[in-house]
């Protein structure tokens, strides 16, 4: 199994409150992304990493922000959460490509109320 | 742009039934094409993938033809188990540095 962790795996948090999902890989995978599941919906791409402190929006970016200072290191932040954005979030790699397979995380369930 | 489209769930099949997925895609080019599972409470993991037209990807029982002419990449098993149910996502690749497009997802139930 490709080394990959997302912490926390279930938070529960109010509207208006900022979180921070944060996911950990041991690949040296160049590549990161953040989706949410929902239902009806599938997988939607929030936003990706193609490096350092290289990202870029995906489908559904408003509303989150991401950083990566560390190449092991993708933290999506919900700067003020909403209860549109109760979902389960799921961290990718990759390794060359963005269009290279895909290696996932266990997810993290966030419930905004 | 880019678009994977999958029948719509959920499939229910009893142990041992045959099964298909179908997946059609809208793609410039000559995308790549995988199929992705996810089992009860986890992340997905690649199933299978075909890389040009007329290659088929397989793994587990499971397989899929790269169909150019058709837009199609439908994924069978000849005779599913209790252990196959899961949400199955069909998902391409246009060859550039853009990310995965993935379909909805379609969710099997195989009963005993």
């Known amino acids: 199994d490709a080394g990959i962790t997302q912490s926390p795996r279930h938070k529960v948090t109010e509207t208006g409150t900022p979180v921070t999902l944060r996911c950990h890989q041991t690949e040296n995978h160049r590549y990161m992304y953040w989706y949410r599941q929902d239902p009806g919906h599938g997988l939607r791409l929030i936003h990706y990493?193609?490096?350092?402190?290289?990202?870029d929006k995906g489908e559904v970016s408003d509303g989150y922000s991401v950083s990566r200072s560390k190449t092991e290191d993708f933290l999506l932040t919900l700067e003020s959460a909403t209860s549109s954005q109760t979902s389960v979030y799921f961290c990718?790699?990759?390794?060359?490509?963005?269009?290279?397979?895909?290696?996932f995380g266990p997810g993290t369930r966030l419930t905004v109320l | 742009g880019n678009s994977v489209t999958q029948m719509e769930g959920p499939v229910t099949l009893s142990e041992e039934a045959f099964l298909t997925i179908n997946c059609t895609y809208t793609?410039?080019?000559?995308?790549?094409l995988f199929w992705y599972v996810q089992y009860p409470g986890e992340g997905l993991q690649l199933l299978l993938k075909?890389?040009?037209?007329?290659d088929k990807g397989s793994n587990k029982g499971f397989e899929a033809t790269y169909r150019k002419e058709t837009t199609s990449f439908h994924l069978e098993k000849g005779s599913v188990q209790v252990s196959d149910s899961a949400v199955y996502f069909c998902a391409l690749s246009d060859q550039g540095n853009t990310p995965l497009v993935f379909g909805k997802g379609t969710r099997l139930s195989v009963i005993a």
């Open positions: 075909a890389t040009k037209a007329d």
């Open positions: 990718a790699i990759s390794a060359g490509r963005a269009t290279d397979t895909q290696y």
């Open positions: 990493s193609y490096g350092v402190k290289d990202t």
């Open positions: 793609a410039t080019g000559y995308p790549s």
